[in-house]
């Protein structure tokens, strides 16, 4: 297994700047494509953004395409999401979630382990 735990999370004024990181332990970190999903109040887990294994191969919701960026450090095994240009409607828990499989790689069903999750909040 593998264990995750997110942070980074937080309160930031519409147009600012968070960046996410994700901590894992317990396997190798590198056998494992790593995903951002989150989820809003009242509303259903959507997909955030996506990472391979080597860090080569990245997919983004066409929501956050151009704002957000998806990145891993396979020595510190952890991945991050930079968020730039934050909007009210990004205002969501993140999780970070990791798989060893990756076809269904923008579905939740699609992976295997997941973080305790993280608040980001932004304010209009």
């Known amino acids: 297994q593998v264990q995750l735990v997110e942070s980074g999370g937080g309160l930031v004024q519409a147009g600012g700047s968070l960046r996410l990181s994700c901590a894992a332990s317990g396997r190798t970190f590198s056998n494992y494509r790593m995903g951002w999903f989150r989820q809003a109040p009242g509303k259903e887990r959507e997909f955030v953004a996506t990472l391979s294994r080597s860090g080569g191969t990245t997919n983004y919701a066409d929501s956050v395409k151009g704002r957000f960026t998806i990145s891993r450090d396979n020595a510190k095994n952890t991945v991050y999401l930079q968020m730039n240009s934050l909007k009210p409607e990004d205002t969501a828990v993140y999780y970070c979630?990791?798989?060893?499989?990756?076809?269904?790689?923008?579905?939740?069903?699609?992976?295997?382990?997941w973080g305790q999750g993280t608040q980001v909040t932004v304010s209009s």
């Open positions: 979630a990791a798989t060893v499989g990756g076809s269904r790689w923008y579905l939740g069903s699609g992976y295997e382990y």
